[in-house]
């Protein structure tokens, strides 16, 4: 599975949009970027997947570039319990394969 | 409904003891993983079972690790003689059959004095 690159740390006020980017720049046609965060003394949590079009559920937004090579997690409305690690994924959709977390990104909503 | 569960939720070992740690999979799920979750780090993969087969353990960082799922449900990880490198917490996560979203439990936190 890719590698991905994240920013160890990032504020952001609340009520404000969170703004989380990812790098995978070799990402393969046929991985998917995925996203999971983890609030303090939790697992981690499903946000969000996708290939090549942009995604939204009720969490969040995801961005996906046109190359692929990266993408951004969009939270519209940051609030203080969206405080927590975001990692970002790649991997095949199917295969059974475990996740390669990395170190995430830690977002600090600040009141 | 009910999430995965993982018991105990805490668990201190003097160095050398063994331990348990109790994964209980969303009902259903075909699929189970183990991680380790060191401080401060993103969670790495110990062990994967589909169904009751253990179809790969490249993740046990040694020997002393064990993992099993006899019935293809409940699942534990057993840690003999344990070090104090291995204090962290262990992490259960289920998938249903369509392998596209992993769920995780709370984990459990090890430490080992």
């Known amino acids: 599975d890719a590698k991905t690159t994240q920013p160890p740390s990032m504020d952001c006020a609340e009520g404000r949009a969170a703004n989380l980017p990812c790098n995978h720049s070799?990402?393969?046609?046929?991985?998917?970027v995925y996203w999971y965060r983890q609030i303090h003394s939790q697992g981690p949590q499903y946000i969000i997947h996708?290939?090549?079009n942009n995604e939204t559920n009720e969490m969040a937004s995801l961005i996906i570039t046109e190359d692929r090579k990266s993408s951004t997690l969009i939270l519209p409305h940051a609030t203080l319990r969206d405080t927590a690690v975001y990692y970002c994924?790649?991997?095949?959709?199917?295969?059974?394969?475990?996740?390669?977390f990395g170190s995430g990104t830690k977002l600090n909503v600040k009141p | 409904g009910a999430g995965v569960s993982q018991s105990p939720r805490y668990k201190v070992a003097k160095r050398g003891q063994d331990v348990a740690l109790r994964c209980d999979p969303i009902?259903?799920?075909?699929?189970l993983f183990w991680y380790q979750q060191a401080l401060g780090q993103g969670p790495e993969f110990l062990t994967y079972?589909?169904?009751?087969?253990?179809?790969?353990k490249s993740g046990l960082p040694s020997d002393r690790f064990f993992a099993e799922r006899p019935e293809g449900s409940v699942s534990t990880l057993k840690i003999q003689r344990t070090q104090q490198e291995d204090s962290a917490v262990y992490l259960c996560?289920?998938?249903?059959?369509?392998?596209?979203?992993?769920?995780f439990g709370p984990g459990t936190r090890l430490t080992v004095l």
């Open positions: 079972f589909q169904n009751e087969a253990q179809l790969d």
């Open positions: 996560a289920s998938s249903s059959e369509d392998r596209i979203k992993q769920f």
């Open positions: 009902s259903g799920h075909v699929s």
């Open positions: 996708g290939l090549k």
């Open positions: 070799t990402i393969s046609g046929n991985e998917y």
């Open positions: 994924i790649v991997r095949v959709l199917y295969n059974f394969n475990k996740f390669y």
